[in-house]
């Protein structure tokens, strides 16, 4: 039999608290018996049992009643985090259970026949687990979860990836301003110094589900020697749009694109409603457009679509591929490659593919209505109405179709989509128009679609698109309408059109290539194609390894001009984090050869040098990018010994305000979905949803941006680079949010210097053995020891400090001023006459280092 005094040797009290708290606050159920545990305290001295507070302790598989912060984490998947009430049920006070209220419940995502058989207790405030057949609710204090089990037959779909309806959020209201400026200025050798400097941007507000918006784009130019200024500055596009979540569409009000997949996209001023492919399960979706070329020097490469610019961005030397478009855009994109050396050189890519296979019983549509617009807001052309659906007919089968009507223009199209299975997708329409054209009459005429997709997975190809379309000559697209209403003398009417999309990968010899051809003929003009071929091949050569092989080579023929090129690179590794390269490009009756080195400094810049010489001279560039947490920048610098220097820069980046706070930021797609983070004050807390990491600003606060909609994300905090003195209690956050919205999350951070203190009463005594000790936000920061002795977290000089034990009152204590010591401080408690005011604590990035 121990004695008591033995008792402290081998069970020391603040051992005895440690395993008592992680024993019976490990779990708690809510449909469990209820099991209480009498802690045998004859063993303890009188004065012992005075000053141990064992309350807390008392009982297993139960949870005081109270409000708790929980997280919810149904079927193993989290859900987000809820203030849950534990409360008595039935008078009987040996038994809580947790308060579901109907906010939670919703995001359960029951499917609609079971969510009206729900019932509910509390004055109908809290779901009665028991009516739904195997649903079981275990709270989790120690973890603060809240465990859910529900049978998935009642449930709509979800996955990994991806939330129902019911989850989705639609943040807080903000107000952003994207922006993507680029700046260039280049000297000629034998000519004026010609400066420019371009932008487009969006700036707009959240309010609910509604998103506003204005997209901007501005130019300046200015050639020295010449007087030659050109300032443009528009906006060039206002709209609205909100998600139509119970139907999986989007509402758009304003100045938009029919962006049609069956007939013909043109701009208006109006509204349309769209199915929403981005609202559908990943595995689902479409796919966004990609645009390839060669860039002969450090370039800038603006793509626009009817005069809107919708990308624009600065590009090394070389090969680019930019593949982060919205797939928002459909037909025909313009590309424009503006070289640093004055050269310009232009072309467009077909963004179709084949939307028109739909799964069975599903219904796809668009519908909108307005008047044709331009740029400058102006409308040019009678109010039209215009839809096209797509339904899956059967297994395989796919029903197409679309119409727009105008006063003196109409036109319909009608088509089959048929799974092929191991032989692709192939799809064919017919469409028709009649227009009253003037001084023409009226023109009547057909168009003819043939469209094929393909995986050959046994050869590692893909025909990512294929495409044959014939228009007879009288045949009118509505843009083709509105030019000849706006212009008599107007040409481009097509004729034929051929495109492809090409992928292979050469098995056993690491080899892999991408075609891209596109070929349109008219009625009335030359014909216009081009082509473009990129091939790779990895392989090792002796002592050298991944050593990699690529040729690009393209062809643009508009029929009155003919611009081919081709690039020849051989690099491998080198040094830590680079590549060496040998290059040799050709464009048009110019040859250049070149060194090349390439690498990373870290996860957020990169730069190339380059240096070569040509058939004029020598020539040398330098690119350099960096992520920073408030923007993006990059820089250029180029020279050729006989034809130009230039120097070149590029921001890119955004702003949002909300009433929670405010953070410039990093951004690619402008006016997209971001998520802010919250760190309650705290600076310098390294966040970040799966790429590199943002820190937050002095006022606690980060944004996040380019965040997927409509798909489950995560955000968490990087605990191994915290500041020193600062720790969090939770690292890992969940969300979907809907498109353009701006998403909050909070975390608490708890910052400050860690020390050992003795708390003492205003009577001389300590507080009890087991008590708890919190900071002005509610942060548990120590847990009491015996004589007062007590590890606190958190201390941040003259701030208060509130412990607590058992039901009653607490007492207060104030931090000393200072720095801390490696002494424990003598921490006295008074008990105050009202409660603390919580109050901010606002700490620098220095503070917490």
């Not at 923007?631 to 006989?642: Q, R, T």
Request: charged share 20%.
């Amino acid at each position: 039999m121990i004695k008591i005094n033995q008792l402290d040797n081998v069970f020391p009290k603040t051992k005895i608290a440690v395993i008592i708290s992680l024993f019976f606050l490990g779990s708690a159920s809510s449909a469990d018996a209820v099991n209480f545990t009498e802690f045998n305290t004859d063993i303890l001295s009188s004065e012992d049992k005075k000053n141990i507070d064992l309350s807390k302790f008392s009982a297993g598989n139960y949870i005081l009643p109270g409000e708790y912060d929980f997280r919810i984490s149904l079927n193993n998947q989290d859900i987000g985090e809820h203030k849950v009430s534990y409360l008595i049920k039935d008078g009987n006070a040996s038994e809580t259970l947790p308060c579901l209220d109907r906010n939670v419940v919703s995001e359960f995502a029951f499917k609609e026949e079971v969510a009206k058989n729900l019932t509910w207790w509390n004055q109908n405030q809290c779901l009665n687990i028991s009516s739904i057949k195997g649903m079981e609710a275990r709270g989790d204090l120690g973890g603060a979860v809240i465990n859910v089990s529900i049978p998935k037959m009642d449930l709509e779909y979800s996955d990994a990836r991806w939330d129902p309806p019911a989850r989705w959020d639609n943040g807080i209201p903000a107000i952003i301003a994207d922006y993507n400026l680029l700046g260039m200025s280049n000297k000629d050798q034998t000519g004026p110094t010609r400066h420019n400097i371009s932008g487009n941007g969006v700036v707009g507000a959240n309010a609910g589900e509604w998103r506003l918006r204005a997209d901007w784009q501005g130019r300046m130019n200015n050639s020295q020697g010449r007087g030659v200024k050109n300032n443009e500055f528009d906006f060039s596009r206002y709209y609205a749009y909100k998600a139509l979540t119970s139907i999986r569409s989007k509402l758009t009000i304003g100045e938009s694109y029919t962006d049609s997949g069956v007939l013909d996209s043109f701009r208006f001023t109006g509204f349309k409603i769209n199915s929403e492919d981005g609202q559908l399960p990943p595995n689902l979706r479409g796919y966004a457009p990609e645009v390839t070329g060669i860039a002969k020097t450090n370039a800038k490469v603006i793509i626009s679509q009817q005069g809107q610019v919708i990308y624009e961005t600065q590009v090394p030397a070389g090969p680019f591929n930019i593949r982060d478009l919205s797939s928002a855009y459909n037909g025909l994109l313009d590309v424009k490659i503006e070289e640093q050396d004055g050269s310009v050189r232009t072309f467009q890519v077909n963004t179709a593919s084949i939307p028109y296979l739909t799964r069975p019983g599903l219904f796809r549509y668009k519908l909108s209505s307005g008047r044709p617009s331009n740029i400058r807001h102006n409308i040019q052309g009678p109010a039209f109405g215009s839809g096209e659906f797509s339904w899956g007919v059967s297994n395989g089968w796919s029903l197409y179709g679309g119409s727009i009507l105008a006063d003196r223009y109409q036109s319909g199209a009608v088509g089959l989509g048929r799974d092929l299975l191991e032989l692709g997708a192939l799809s064919f329409d017919v469409s028709t128009s009649r227009a009253d054209v003037k001084n023409a009459g009226s023109m009547k005429g057909n168009s003819y679609r043939l469209s094929y997709s393909k995986s050959f997975s046994e050869y590692d190809s893909q025909i990512a698109f294929a495409a044959y379309r014939f228009s007879e000559k009288n045949y009118m697209t509505m843009s083709d309408y509105l030019n000849h209403s706006r212009n008599s003398g107007y040409t481009g009417q097509g004729k034929e059109s051929y495109t492809t999309t090409f992928v292979k990968n050469f098995r056993g010899s690491d080899v892999s290539a991408y075609l891209d051809y596109n070929y349109q003929s008219y009625w009335d003009r030359p014909e216009n194609q081009r082509w473009s071929l990129t091939a790779a091949r990895y392989m090792d050569i002796g002592r050298f390894k991944s050593i990699s092989v690529s040729l690009s080579a393209y062809l643009n023929n508009n029929g009155y001009k003919r611009d081919t090129g081709g690039y020849l690179s051989l690099s491998m590794p080198f040094g830590n984090n680079g590549t060496l390269g040998v290059n040799s490009s050709v464009n048009g009756s110019d040859i250049t050869n070149s060194v090349s080195y390439n690498a990373r400094v870290d996860n957020r810049t990169s730069y190339q040098i380059r240096s070569g010489v040509t058939r004029n001279g020598m020539l040398a560039s330098g690119y350099v990018s960096h992520n920073a947490d408030i923007a993006e920048v990059n820089a250029n610098a180029s020279f050729d010994a006989s034809k130009y220097s230039s120097i070149g820069a590029g921001l890119r980046g955004g702003a949002t305000i909300t009433t929670k706070g405010a953070a410039l930021h990093r951004t690619t797609v402008l006016g997209g979905s971001r998520i802010m983070v919250d760190t309650d004050d705290v600076a310098d807390i390294p966040v970040n949803s799966g790429g590199s990491n943002v820190r937050t600003n002095l006022f606690g606060i980060a944004v996040i941006p380019d965040v997927a909609n409509y798909f489950k994300n995560e955000i968490k905090i990087d605990v191994d680079k915290l500041p020193k003195n600062a720790e969090s209690t939770g690292s890992l956050k969940q969300f979907t949010l809907t498109e353009g919205a701006v998403g909050y999350r909070t975390f608490d951070v708890l910052a400050g210097e860690k020390g050992m203190g003795i708390i003492r009463l205003q009577d001389g005594s300590y507080p009890p053995f087991g008590a708890t000790v919190k900071n002005t936000k509610g942060q548990a920061t120590g847990l009491v020891g015996d004589n007062g002795n007590v590890y606190l977290s958190g201390i941040i000089p003259g701030q208060d400090m509130r412990v607590s034990w058992g039901d009653n009152y607490e007492c207060d204590i104030n931090l000393p001023e200072g720095k801390i010591s490696g002494e424990s401080m003598l921490l006295p408690c008074i008990k105050a006459k009202k409660p603390v005011s919580v109050k901010k604590i606002e700490i620098a990035k220095n503070e917490i280092r």
